[in-house]
């Protein structure tokens, strides 16, 4: 389709599963597959809708799923008594969950500290001290998953009357993206959900999220969440946004 484009996703399908599981405050060693799996894929269905450069490891975690549902839909294995239990198709998968969460925690802490480090500095001799400014509100960056659940639910609210809408006048790209500056330059944030529902139909909507895609890789705009896992605003200003890499850390789920 005429309107897709394609946006560098840095997050992995490790990334994913661990998104699903903190968003829906899920048990990490008893994760119900089938639930997980099922949004996964409308994830993954919806990245490949949008044409969005996905890269071979999501089908590969994709079809990992299927076989661990359909491993756990199959009855007992005959002579696994009490003494002996059988396998959970799930333990390799949570093994590499949680190997991959430690190791994108230790990751974080050494960034971290680099910037930390970085924003040393030592004060001017005979500089008066100065008062303590007024504590900002600090919010959270939006991960790719979060901008997708939020795209995902702006398609579910259009009225189905709107899907079979004809479109004379294409909406492009440089409209969209005109139109979200042209919005930040009389506002100092907006919703995404506001941008949603000034589209006019189905396609204005997902030209609309792709705008803001591409905006965000530009560096033009930021979307940022004041809890974790709630309305998304876009912003020009980076100033007090917690990396994505860090928000765990800061709110931990």
């Not at 901008?147 to 409209?175: C, G, N």
């Amino acid at each position: 389709m005429s309107y897709k484009i394609k946006i560098e996703i840095f997050e992995g399908p490790l990334d994913l599963l661990l998104y699903l599981v903190k968003k829906d405050h899920l048990n990490i060693y008893d994760i119900p597959i089938a639930k997980v799996t099922e949004q996964y894929l409308q994830y993954l269905n919806l990245m490949q809708m949008l044409d969005l450069n996905i890269a071979g490891e999501f089908l590969v975690m994709a079809a990992t799923l299927m076989q661990i549902k359909s491993k756990m839909l199959l009855p007992a294995e005959e002579g696994v008594g009490a003494e002996g239990e059988q396998e959970d198709p799930r333990e390799e998968l949570v093994r590499r969950l949680l190997e991959y969460e430690k190791f994108k925690e230790i990751a974080q802490d050494l960034r971290q500290k680099e910037t930390d480090q970085r924003e040393i500095f030592k004060r001017p001799r005979g500089e008066a001290e100065k008062e303590p400014s007024e504590k900002k509100e600090v919010y959270f960056e939006a991960s790719i998953f979060d901008l997708i659940s939020a795209f995902s639910q702006a398609l579910k609210d259009v009225p189905k009357e709107v899907f079979y809408e004809v479109v004379k006048d294409k909406y492009t790209m440089e409209e969209a993206t005109h139109e979200i500056l042209h919005l930040l330059l009389t506002k100092s944030e907006v919703r995404l959900s506001e941008l949603f529902s000034l589209a006019k139909n189905k396609l204005q909507i997902i030209v609309t999220f792709l705008a803001v895609l591409e905006l965000i890789r530009l560096k033009e705009i930021t979307a940022r969440q004041s809890e974790l896992f709630q309305e998304i605003e876009i912003v020009r200003n980076k100033e007090n946004i917690i990396p994505y890499e860090r928000r765990d850390q800061a709110n931990p789920a």
